[in-house]
């Protein structure tokens, strides 16, 4: 492998790890205050899509106009999903939100099949991210260092908000302990409402970056990342912001660099996950940067 | 090691991260004795019962039962040498019937598997009728045979608590470990509790640890006492020592207390 | 009421299902006859997830992997060799799947017993998982075996899959098949065996304290559940005459849990009735996905419409009725003859 191959490799793994990345903080937080495993979460990451694709070409909004709509409905989405399937099975079994969750990624997958039936479609690109550029023998779409360089903008903005705000803090207090939250007087149903509204923003923003990068729009298109990226946030740790984005980079250049080197495992390239998932499960099951809760008996 | 003793503990520490919860417990408990383990709340009691049963891994100290070395084995192998126990918060099979809630309890001696049941083998029928009939005589000996097929969660608190003991005494146990067995209860109720712990180790020939509040009942029925606090053992004695141990009453008992009893 | 009656019931009941089926082969046309097998095959599915999940409270996700097993092992072996040399186009099969053969009988009870080895396989490191954690691990092991079924061409063809399987599993290799599955998960959940894996279901600390190797018995309810899962996945390649890795995604698993979970976890009689009734809507759902003619009008088919009925269906079980048709419950003779009146002996 030249040099120049080489540096495409690395560029395109990062890229691929920022998407994973967003997704995974989305997985993480809401399991970090609620213990839910947000299995609509992949949905969301394709309706980010979708609804840029909308914006675009039913209403031919301009592009900043199509991407900030798109953000704020996907983060409505989220927080509707939340009221309507999560927060009424709050006391109940864990399983029974997780069933819910299910069933909902189910629904708005087949919604948008019904919808946009399966016809992949494709999102157009402005040309200023189309055009390559040439560093000595590497070729680059600008788009490979759009989206690292945005993605690490949006973690920045989310580092502020949840180390710096008090919705933030509250946030952090949730995940430790709901029920003294509530009992501090912690506005519990909003701020996890918030949760949902961030996550789904960023997994948003990940499905119009995943959409430019790989411009084929399906409504399947969401399964296998979130999969993915969940298994990422595993990996890191789940519960921590931090392990989500070093899980999600880390996968982006396992999944990659793997196939670079070893050609012919690429028919397995989406096993890699799943055997990362059951490896991190039964060494580590906290991930990387995560810490083990102690049954009490 | 002395096999005229059901239990002997040696040395047992628990430590979490930087938290001592349980330093260098030592206990000999002798056979079908009734002991007692006191101590204010948080003083480390139920963590050496978790200790005895194998929930918890000793940071350091053995546990033997009749010589045998319990320390470090997990819990249900813990059970099946025979120690059983109930717990602080009632933890009963909640979806079950009351006599199913006992027959789990037999499971342990149960000889024949369910492939035997499977071929309604005569071997696994045979059994099956006399777990059944022994559940219920076990049922019977707390009182609660008639409420054999409600649903275990259905019963009454006090009605919990003894069948949470009737599952414990399927096991076969030879050292029975009660949690708090008088929490929530009246006075009349402790007495009875009190005469009924007695008839326990006179029928079923075995040793009983238990963790309690209730002075009454433990200076009333404990032969040998150990007073945690802080997870150290602070007194070690009958009764009539126990009670007036400075240290103890001056870390528990209070004043009046000390002229109760 | 004395131990015979309700023997006697059962071989009546039996008798009398053997006799709808001889109807119902000479009377129904294709159509019905293939609902029928679809509901016997999704009875046993929605049975050995049931004994996993309700019943021991294993969340697993991975019965679309044990299926997958179990279809491929059966296929490989009642395909003759004469027709996998022709299935075979991308790479020739390896000499031992291009050379077995076996009976049907046989073949599927391959299929489930390579299922349950892998069960026991993937239950030892997995098994330790709590709850959600399962649910992922075990989502990820059926993930792990279609990939590899897509990426082994010498032994499941890749993704062309199979066609031309052999269609052996009519009406009654399917529903007896289906009795024999009953009978067994009914045994074992009535003995006391039953009774601790419920009570691991319940509380597994409690379990541990009277005595019970929880992870012992763990590993037995998902290894037989992962047997019957594969036997439905063998009925089902022989029922479908066609299978390919897409057949096995997690969808398959998700309709599983909806018959599960609608028809109550914790109760067999559940089980049997959601099996019922759930295939029998989504086959009658069909309809919508399909365009319908009225006279020179037509209306297009929707494709994806009945999924979008069926999940939001599941979303409301889980919302209103979390504990679905039956709850824990079962219908029992002793508990229909009580309702109309008769008592008979006391026990």
């Given at each position: 492998m030249t040099q120049a191959m080489f540096i495409q490799h690395l560029l395109n793994s990062l890229t691929l790890g920022s998407l994973y990345a967003l997704i995974a903080i989305g997985y993480t937080m809401v399991y970090g205050i609620l213990r839910l495993i947000n299995f609509a979460h992949s949905e969301i990451f394709m309706l980010g899509a979708y609804f840029v694709y909308w914006g675009l070409t039913l209403v031919h909004l301009p592009w900043p106009l199509a991407l900030a709509l798109s953000i704020l409905v996907t983060a409505g989405l989220g927080v509707i999903i939340d009221q309507i399937a999560y927060r009424p099975l709050r006391d109940a079994p864990r399983i029974s939100a997780l069933i819910s969750a299910i069933g909902v990624s189910f629904f708005l997958q087949n919604v948008a099949i019904v919808f946009f039936q399966a016809i992949p479609r494709e999102v157009y690109r402005p040309s200023w991210l189309e055009d390559p550029i040439l560093l000595g023998e590497v070729r680059l779409l600008p788009l490979t260092l759009f989206v690292p360089a945005l993605s690490f903008l949006l973690m920045l903005g989310l580092i502020y908000v949840v180390y710096r705000t008090k919705a933030g803090l509250g946030m952090r207090a949730i995940s430790k302990d709901i029920e003294t939250s509530y009992l501090m007087g912690v506005p519990v149903n909003r701020i996890i409402a918030l949760t949902f509204g961030i996550g789904s923003a960023l997994a948003a923003a990940s499905g119009i970056m995943w959409a430019l990068r790989y411009p084929q729009l399906q409504p399947i298109m969401g399964v296998i990342p979130g999969f993915k990226a969940f298994i990422a946030a595993v990996f890191g740790g789940i519960g921590s912001i931090h392990g989500a984005v070093v899980g999600g980079v880390m996968l982006g250049f396992i999944e990659i660099m793997t196939v670079a080197f070893f050609p012919e495992l690429a028919g397995y390239r989406d096993a890699f996950a799943f055997v990362l998932l059951i490896f991190i499960l039964l060494f580590k099951p906290t991930g990387l940067l995560g810490v083990k809760p102690e049954d009490k008996v | 090691m002395n096999t005229d003793m059901i239990l002997e503990a040696k040395g047992l520490t628990m430590r979490f991260g930087g938290l001592t919860a349980v330093s260098n417990f030592n206990a000999s408990l002798p056979s079908r004795s009734i002991c007692g383990l006191i101590g204010p709340n948080g003083a480390g009691k139920t963590t050496c019962f978790n200790m005895i049963t194998g929930f918890y891994k000793p940071t350091s100290g053995h546990t033997f039962l009749r010589g045998q070395e319990l320390t470090g084995m997990p819990p249900h192998l813990v059970c099946k040498a025979g120690i059983g126990r109930t717990f602080q918060n009632i933890r009963l099979f909640n979806n079950e019937s009351v006599l199913e809630n006992v027959m789990i309890g037999c499971h342990l001696r149960q000889k024949t598997n369910w492939i035997q049941a499977l071929f309604f083998t005569p071997g696994h029928l045979k059994e099956d009728k006399a777990i059944r009939k022994h559940s219920l005589e076990l049922l019977e000996f707390v009182g609660l045979e008639r409420l054999a097929d409600e649903k275990a969660n259905s019963l009454a608190y006090g009605a919990q608590r003894r069948l949470e003991i009737a599952r414990a005494l399927a096991t076969k146990p030879g050292l029975l470990l009660l949690d708090e067995p008088a929490a929530g209860m009246n006075p009349q109720e402790t007495q009875e509790l009190m005469q009924f712990i007695r008839v326990i180790r006179e029928q079923f020939d075995l040793a009983i640890l238990l963790i309690e509040h209730d002075m009454k009942v433990v200076m009333g029925i404990c032969e040998r006492i150990w007073v945690l606090d802080y997870g150290v053992t602070i007194a070690v004695g009958d009764a009539a020592a126990i009670q007036s141990d400075p240290a103890v009453i001056k870390a528990y008992l209070g004043e009046e207390c000390a002229h109760d009893a | 009421m004395s131990r015979k009656i309700p023997i006697l019931l059962n071989v009546?009941?039996?008798?009398?299902?053997?006799?709808?089926?001889?109807?119902?082969?000479?009377?129904?046309?294709?159509?019905?006859?293939?609902?029928?097998?679809?509901?016997?095959?999704?009875?046993?599915?929605?049975?050995?997830?049931?004994?996993?999940?309700?019943?021991?409270g294993l969340f697993s996700l991975g019965h679309a992997g044990f299926m997958a097993i179990g279809a491929y092992v059966c296929s490989i072996l009642i395909l003759s060799p004469e027709q996998k040399d022709m299935l075979f186009l991308l790479e020739p099969a390896y000499d031992w799947v291009q050379h077995a053969q076996a009976p049907f009988f046989l073949a599927v009870i391959a299929g489930g017993a390579v299922a349950a080895l892998f069960g026991i396989l993937v239950g030892m490191p997995l098994l330790r998982l709590g709850d959600d954690y399962l649910g992922i691990a075990t989502l990820?092991?059926?993930?792990?075996?279609?990939?590899?079924?897509?990426?082994?061409?010498?032994?499941?063809?890749?993704?062309?899959?199979?066609?031309?399987?052999?269609?052996?599993?009519?009406?009654?290799?399917?529903f007896g098949w289906c009795l024999l599955t009953l009978y067994c998960i009914l045994r074992l959940v009535r003995s006391n065996t039953g009774n601790v894996l419920k009570a691991i279901r319940d509380d597994e600390i409690a379990a541990k304290a009277m005595g019970v190797d929880v992870f012992r018995y763990k590993l037995l309810s998902f290894s037989i559940g992962a047997f019957f899962a594969g036997v439905g996945g063998a009925l089902l390649a022989s029922l479908v005459t066609t299978i390919d890795p897409k057949m096995f995604l997690f969808t398959l698993t998700f309709n599983v849990l909806m018959i599960v979970v609608t028809g109550g976890l914790g109760s067999l009689t559940g089980s049997v009735l959601a099996g019922v009734g759930i295939t029998a809507l989504l086959e009658w759902l069909r309809v919508v996905e399909n365009p319908i003619s009225f006279g020179s009008w037509e209306l297009p088919g929707i494709p994806g419409m009945r999924m979008v009925f069926f999940s939001l269906a599941l979303i409301i079980v889980i919302l209103y009725r979390r504990e679905g048709l039956m709850g824990m419950r079962e219908v029992s003779w002793a508990g229909m003859l009580a309702a109309i009146g008769y008592k008979g002996k006391a026990q």
């Open positions: - | - | 009546l009941a039996v008798a009398a299902l053997g006799l709808f089926l001889w109807w119902a082969e000479h009377s129904l046309d294709g159509y019905k006859i293939q609902i029928l097998n679809l509901i016997a095959v999704n009875i046993i599915l929605a049975l050995s997830l049931n004994l996993i999940y309700g019943f021991t990820g092991f059926a993930e792990i075996v279609r990939v590899v079924a897509n990426n082994i061409p010498r032994l499941t063809n890749g993704a062309l899959g199979f066609k031309g399987i052999p269609s052996h599993a009519n009406l009654w290799w399917n």
